[in-house]
Every structure is written in structure tokens, then in C-alpha cells.
């Protein structure tokens, strides 16, 4: 029988708190922006972002969802499922 290490939902959240910030034009928004879940098809997250001025939303979400896939994936050995993005906001313009 092959053994599985298991890894906490916070530590899983960490993760992808870790690769989102990497991500340009996006920051993390709140006191816990990233929430975690596994099930049994994968691990599922949730990210709660803030927006640059001038970022598109769609374009944002996909830097964010692929590059947190890849990194998640790659520290976990396990499948990621899902990444929902929720743009809570955007930035200010820049001042004229």
C-alpha cells in the first residue's frame, strides 16, 4: 500500500497565497484571501484579489489560476480541481 502525506488546508491556502502574489497586476485582499479545500476531485481554492488599474479581469484571472495551478501542483503532487477568483476590487487610477 503506497503512503499519502496529507497536507493542511491552511498550508494548501499558504501555497497558493505564495503564487498569487508572484502574479502582476494582482494582490491578495483580505485577512485571509486564500481558502483551501480537498475533495475527491482535487484541491479546490478560492482567491480574493485586488486588481492594478488598467489590468482586464479576464486576463488577471487566468495568470492567476494557471500560475497557482502549476506551483500548488508542483509542491503537493496532488490535482488541483479548481481556483475560483473573486476581484473583491480595482486599484486607483494613477493620479494625474
Do not use: C
Not at 55 to 63: L, M, V
Amino acid at each position: 500500500m503506497e503512503e499519502q502525506a496529507v497536507v493542511s488546508d491552511e498550508v494548501l491556502a499558504r501555497y497558493a497565497a505564495d503564487a498569487a502574489a508572484e502574479v502582476a497586476g494582482v494582490s491578495l485582499h483580505g485577512s485571509k484571501p486564500v481558502t483551501a479545500s480537498v475533495d475527491d476531485s482535487g484541491i479546490r481554492l478560492t482567491t480574493h484579489v485586488e486588481l492594478a488599474w488598467g489590468r482586464r479581469a479576464d486576463d488577471a484571472a487566468a495568470a492567476l489560476q494557471s500560475h497557482v495551478r502549476d506551483y500548488v501542483e508542483r509542491m503537493t503532487n496532488a490535482t488541483v480541481a479548481a481556483i475560483d477568483v473573486v476581484v473583491v476590487r480595482f486599484g486607483n487610477p494613477p493620479s494625474s
